[in-house]
C-alpha cells in the first residue's frame, strides 16, 4: 500500500508563493505519474499539474506560467511551486500518484489528506 503525506498549504496574500510537497511511503515496487489536484468549496476536483516518472508534464490552462511541478524519484516525492497565487486558487489542494508493479503495470492509484490554500480576496 502506498501512503501520500502533503505538506506545505497555507494562507498567503494575493501575488504571493508557496511551495507543496507530497512524499509516498509504504510498499511498491515504484510510483508512476504523480499530481496535484484541487476542490474549491462548492466545486469538483479539477486537475492542476501532472509529472510522469520520466518528467513528462501537463498543467491546467489556469496555472500555466505561474505554477511549476516537479519530483524527485530518489525521495518519491512530488511538488509544486505556486508563484503569483490569486484568490481562485484557493482550494483544497491533492497529492495523487499511482503505484506500479516490475513491469510498469498500475496496481493502485493513491490520494492523500488534502492540504488548504487560501488566498484572501
Known amino acids: 500500500q502506498v501512503q501520500l503525506v502533503e505538506s506545505g498549504g497555507g494562507l498567503v496574500q494575493p501575488g504571493g508563493s508557496l511551495t507543496l510537497s507530497c512524499a509516498a511511503s509504504g510498499s511498491f515496487f515504484s510510483i508512476g505519474a504523480m499530481g496535484w489536484y484541487r476542490q474549491a468549496s462548492g466545486k469538483q476536483r479539477e486537475l492542476v499539474a501532472t509529472i510522469t516518472r520520466a518528467g513528462s508534464i501537463s498543467y491546467a490552462d489556469s496555472v500555466k506560467g505561474r505554477f511549476t511541478i516537479s519530483r524527485d524519484n530518489a525521495k518519491n516525492t512530488v511538488y509544486l511551486q505556486m508563484n503569483s497565487l490569486r484568490p481562485e486558487d484557493t482550494a483544497v489542494y491533492y497529492c495523487?500518484?499511482?503505484?506500479?508493479?516490475?513491469?510498469?503495470?498500475?496496481?493502485?492509484?493513491?490520494w492523500g489528506q488534502g492540504t488548504q490554500v487560501t488566498v484572501p480576496s
Open positions: 495523487n500518484a499511482d503505484s506500479r508493479s516490475r513491469v510498469g503495470i498500475v496496481l493502485a492509484v493513491t
